[in-house]
């Protein structure tokens, strides 16, 4: 069993930054990877950035040069930076583990920038 505890999100101006952090518990398998979604208003969830097992990163194109994931191995926790933060980046953002046997949900933390 994963478990996946979400932290950071906030109010934030537009143009400003916040850290969101994803702690990680439980057995993970050898190969995985680890993403954030995020889901607005009456919208769809959509991937918003992936990291692997071996560390490679990927993101949204709404996100690149302004998001990066990373994690840290020693505290079993993910990180997402996110810069210059845009009203449309307003959502609730979910951790996500894509394990071997099955994937695994956080419960979300509200990000909300305002204008």
């Known amino acids: 069993q994963v478990q996946l505890v979400e932290s950071g999100g906030g109010l934030v101006q537009a143009g400003g930054s916040l850290r969101l952090s994803c702690a990680v518990s439980g057995r993970l398998s050898r190969t995985y990877v680890m993403g954030w979604y995020r889901q607005a208003p009456g919208k769809q969830r959509e991937l918003v950035a992936t990291i692997t097992s071996g560390g490679s990163t990927g993101y949204a194109d709404s996100v690149k040069g302004r998001f990066t994931i990373s994690r840290d191995s020693a505290k079993n926790t993910v990180y997402l930076q996110m810069n210059s933060l845009k009203p449309e980046d307003t959502a609730v953002y979910y951790c996500?583990?894509?394990?071997?046997?099955?994937?695994?949900w956080g419960q979300g933390t509200q990000v909300t920038v305002s204008s």
């Open positions: 996500n583990a894509d394990m071997t046997w099955r994937d695994y």
